[in-house]
């Protein structure tokens, strides 16, 4: 989405598209259950499930890793994952020095082909303004306190470039296949508001 769609504009598909679940609920033709059960899927599952997938293969192969740093775009598309919002992808690697976090000021811009949807709580004003503002305090609040030597860079995602935030490895999972560790990495690891294996 460009940012500088007008709001209505960026409103018109929201509204469209609950214009259209009411028409197909009210024919009987899908239950509103059935579909927030879909969203919900597609939010919380089938997206971020094609990030944990690229960042389980970068923590184990060094190689892929090297590549995803340097272009995004490109080792996240060798893994069949592209499409809109997805022209610029930028990773940014957590260590023990250095923490992430990605967030939208202007508007919601959001890796899709990696991330799926972006949640609620991203699009809200208060995330948008706060985790510029005062991202320590923020990402307390949500659950994730930073030792004060670590230092927080905040990337705002825009137009151009799209963040993915690459978590680091929890420790003790030096037995696990690539499978078993992306299933470890959750969407909010991937935006940079939680550890993976902290929950
Ligand atoms: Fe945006």
Redesign the pocket.
Known sequence: ?A?STNTAERLSPAVRAEALESLLAERGLVKSEVLDGFINRFVHDVGPMNGAKVVAKAWTDAEYRAQLLADGTGAIGQLGFAGPQGEHIVVVENSDDVHNVVV?T?????PWPVLGLPPEWYKDPAYRSRMVREPRTLLSEMGLDLDDDVEVRVWD???ENRYLVLPQRPEGTEDLSEEELASLVTRDAMVGVAKVGSD
């Open positions: 989405m940012d939208c202007l508007c919601s811009c959001y995602s825009s137009a």
